[in-house]
């Protein structure tokens, strides 16, 4: 959270005071560093050797269009996973040969959108989904660019719900024999274009080990493809570099990208990667006020409903108050008015706070804002992007009237 710091005991981002930004813009509210936007943005795109490597930002994790539009202008490609986040890459004009699809229910309508749009390709997670491209391309009179997403089956390590590249995860076709029918039918299809393999472990992974398995389990179907008479214009090793959280210590872009161009060496294809987490990440923290203080809760006007992680996955934030104070011996759960128990932003954190205290839940940057939702009918935060001592809102805080705006009463 390196843009995040005191100063003369108050935390600032960059170059502002938090508590202006939580007075001028109101609380919850989502604050950004574009300074550690473009840090984590370059840590990719600076580290590789070959030109051709490309690191595609997984939108998901973080969609407002002002910072997709920071990691767009410094080199990055994306990573999609829906029509929405298509749309989203487009309005701020995204390169289409630097657009990657992934996610296991592609719809028709989506597939279109991305055929129509010249993507750099689909990575297909099934035999259907293959075989729908393969038909919406016809229709269209054209040639879908599709790669194949292997389920290498790698215990990446995390939380269950974060694994993807086992045996058993949704994710990817894990039996060897298809993939090879699926690579040998695209070849031969005049509406198919096989540009890739790809694969996407998990996240939060701490490691390299896992992508160097997973690059070697590719590099061997590659290989006897090669053989076959049919070459690839790129290998996909998906996202997932972890981020510290507590004290975890996660391997830096230039450790990953390094290691994996050095077992690329030779090859032909190109490297990408589709990083989301260590971009996002810690470029954000949720700002929310004290309300209410009672037993050992803090009751702040965040909560599951802006961030969901600590329900979802029992994941864990830091929190700092706004003004330095010592640590207090007292162990706090902060949680927010949503009336459910699982509705808590932090457990047994030790800081000192008083009614009307600000407090920051850090690292808030990815799967933050873009999980929030309207539960209990509580508009969405507002989106607040620093640069030095600028601020400016890149999304309002929804209204009341926002909330009741798609809805009619049926007569
Ligand atoms: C979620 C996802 C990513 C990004 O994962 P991070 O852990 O945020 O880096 C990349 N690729 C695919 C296919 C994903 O589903």
Known sequence: MSSFKYNSSELFCENVNLKE???????????????AIEEN??????????????????VKSLSNISILKIIKDLGCGFDIVSGGELH?????????????????????????????????????????????????AKDLNSSAPISIRINPDIDSGGHDYITTGRKGDKFGISSIQ???????????????????????????ILD????????????????????????????????????????????????????????????KERLILEPGRSISANTGVL?????????????????????LRPALYKATHGVCNLDEKKESTKNWNIVGPVCESSDFLAKNVSIEAVEGDYIAINNAGAYGFVMASNYNSRPRACEVLINDDKSSLIRKRETFDDLLELERIND
């Open 88 to 136: 989203r890459v487009l309005s701020i004009g995204a390169d289409p040969k630097k657009i990657i699809f992934s996610g296991v229910g592609k719809t028709e309508k989506e597939i279109e959108q991305g055929i129509q749009t010249n993507i750099l390709s689909f990575n297909v997670e099934s035999a259907s989904e293959l075989y729908t491209i393969e038909r919406k």
């Open 21 to 35: 930004i939580a007075k001028d813009f109101g609380t919850p509210s989502y604050v950004y560093s574009k300074k």
């Open 178 to 204: 298809d993939i090879f029918e699926l690579c040998r039918y695209s070849s031969t299809s005049q509406n198919l274009n096989l540009v890739g393999l790809a694969c996407h472990i998990g996240s939060q």
């Open 287 to 307: 700002l929310t006020k004290v309300e209410y203080i009672k037993d050992n809760f803090l009751i702040v006007d965040a909560a599951m409903n802006d961030l």
């Open 41 to 58: 943005a370059k840590a990719y795109v600076n580290s590789f050797d070959n030109p051709k490597n490309l690191a595609c930002f997984a």
């Open 208 to 267: 390299l080990d896992g992508y160097i398995k997973s690059a070697d389990k590719i590099f061997e179907l590659s290989d006897q493809l090669s053989k076959e008479g049919i070459e690839l214009d790129f290998l996909d090793l998906g996202g997932g570099l972890g981020v510290t959280y507590e004290d975890e210590v996660p391997p830096v872009p230039k450790e990953l990208i390094s290691s994996l161009e050095k077992k690329f060496s030779g090859r």
